[in-house]
């Protein structure tokens, strides 16, 4: 026979014959030969998982978590788990690790950079916490893995990308800057409201005189508006009625106008025609003297004329009569033309 202990933070599982019997923390037993026997921490284990994923709006996010368990029921554990080799809670870690990494990366390809970061210790966390409690709880057909769930939790989101990162920083130390600026200016808003309703408070007495006063000052100020409207309506008439007044006037003053341009142009074509006249005027005496000179040039030159034919003529014995003088009295017809033209005569022929 065999004498085993557990210590205060273990279970003691011992099997025979088929049978697995949980004999409880800081137990001991006497052990027939052919008994197996295994210790089965009781305390609470951690389990951790980290995973990088990019979100719905293609941010790559870093994540880390945790899962902290504890064994509750040895016999179903020591069954699923080889606690005897001592890699039972190894193998739990694992399995649990495992599982968050695909619950959270299913989660984050449908999720923003922004929901997960909001999200991370209710959604993210919620979500996973509901499918280890269905898988180690023995929801629907899973087997129950004898162990509780004490936290489950995203711990840490991290945007892998340094300068994504430190501008969203800037944009959230800038939004708790402008809460904070917003928190004083609400202080501030408060203590005013509160310095008016004691001074309201210490009023208190003079409101009715107050009121009567604030009374007046509107009636004043309703009678000054009506008065203005009026006013405002008298020079509008005014207006309206000079502009009346003063159409007939402009009229007279358009059509004045027109004669006159009518009568500038008539007093500018009777003087185009007055300088066209005189024009013609100061062109008729050369034209006339000119046709004068044309008509006494062939009386001043008859007797030049006469004397160069005369001495063309000098001691020639000319005989017209005859067919042998026909060529000479035809080389002397252009002489006697240009003679009798000078001198105005009928030609000779």
Known sequence: MRFVKAGPNEFLVTGRRGRVRDRGTAASALLWPGTSFVRIPSTKQEARFELTQESKDGVPLRFKGIVIYRVVEPV??????????????????GLLADICLGELRALVSHLTMAECVEGRKTTLSGAIAATLAEVVGGGAAAESWGLALEVVQVAQVFIVDAELRRQLEAEVRDAI????????????????LARLASERRLQQDGLESERERAAIAEEKLRLEHGLAREKERLARELERQGIEAEEPVRKLRLERDARLARSAIELRRLENELAALDAEGKLTLPRAEQELRRAILPLEQRPELARALAGLLRGARLSLYGAETLPLARALEPLLALVSEALGEPRVT
């Open 76 to 93: 179903v554990a020591a069954r699923l788990f080889d606690f005897a080799g001592g890699a039972g809670h190894a193998q739990i870690q």
């Open 177 to 192: 800057k402008a809460q904070s600026q917003r928190s004083e200016l609400r202080a501030s808003e408060e203590i005013k």
